[in-house]
Structure formats: C-alpha cells, structure tokens
C-alpha cells in the first residue's frame, strides 16, 4: 500500500508514529507481521485458515469480559483485519494465481467463521480493492504528469538555447 510514497525513508517514520499513537509496539507488530506472512507464503489457501484461526492474536483486538464467573470471548472487528486476511491469501502459494473473486469468497468464509459480518466483510473488500485501484490510477496520472511537464520544460529550454 505504500507503493510510490515518497520520500520512501518516511514509511518506517510515519508506520511508527501511527504505531505510538494508538498504543502499539511497532517492533511487535513488524515482527508478528512478518512472521504471519512468511508462514503464509508457504501455504495453500486452504491452509490459511488454520493459520488464521492458531494466530487469531495477530490479526484480532481480543478482549475479555467477566460473566458470572465464566470468561466470555469478543472478538472485535476492523477493516485492517479483512485486508490481512486477503493479504495473506493473495501471497499464499496458489494465492498469486487464483482470481481476485476467488480469494475475495475464501477471505469472506473465514472472516465469517472468525465470527464477522459476511456483509460487512464484503463491503470492506470492495472498498479496499476500489481505492487501490483509485490510488494506482491517481499515481498513473501524477507520473504521466511528471513526464508531461519534463517534455515541456526540456522543449523550452532547446528553444530558449537557440
């Protein structure tokens, strides 16, 4: 998601500061990020879901209520976590070759079996996909842009030159 930001040395800057801000340790979430993905890339993505679920503190905000001496489980859900789960399954080892659609469904199972919002999954998915399509596009007119006003200012230094 960060393909193109520039100046590239503030990803880690502004990743850490978004980090502090809401209470996260950055190192923590790199390494448990990375780790997650690793073990994915690996997988079939039928696997995933296994992965998924052995690793639910990775990609879940778990939080824990008293209820009459018995400790009731609630797994919150945020659009980060329905792009996580898609991530994963778009670099897992079939993952790179299997249609869109395909893993849009196979995200929405397991969010589903996470206990989430078969519908709201849904529309996450489509908006995730609808503004990466929107920023690669915005970033294809900035450079064709660049490359204009390049040609232009290259011109009239030839025709200042003569």
């Known amino acids: 998601m960060t393909k193109g930001y520039q100046p590239e040395d503030h990803i880690e800057k502004l990743f850490d500061a978004i980090c502090r801000s809401n209470g996260f340790d950055t190192r ?13 890339k690996e997988l079939k993505t039928i696997d ?22 018995n400790i009731e489980q609630s ?13 994963l399954l778009e670099n897992s080892q079939e993952g790179k070759a ?3 659609d395909i893993i849009g469904e196979k ?27 929107r920023i ?3 970033l294809e007119i900035i450079k064709e842009g ?10 009239r230094e030839v025709s200042n030159a003569n």
Do not use: H, M, P, W
């Open 75 to 87: 797994i919150y859900y945020s659009r980060i976590q329905t792009v996580g789960i898609l991530t």
């Open 28 to 40: 923590d979430i790199k390494f448990k990020a990375e780790s997650i993905s690793e073990k994915a």
């Open 98 to 100: 299997e249609n869109k």
């Open 48 to 69: 995933i879901k296994e992965l998924i679920k052995n690793e639910s503190d990775v990609i879940s905000n778990v939080s824990y209520r008293q209820n009459d001496d």
């Open 146 to 155: 660049i490359e204009a006003e390049k040609r232009k200012n290259k011109s």
């Open 136 to 138: 690669t596009e915005a």
């Open 107 to 133: 995200a929405k199972d397991i969010g589903e079996e996470l206990g989430f919002s078969k519908t709201r999954i849904e529309k996450d998915i489509s908006l995730y996909r609808g503004t990466i399509k």
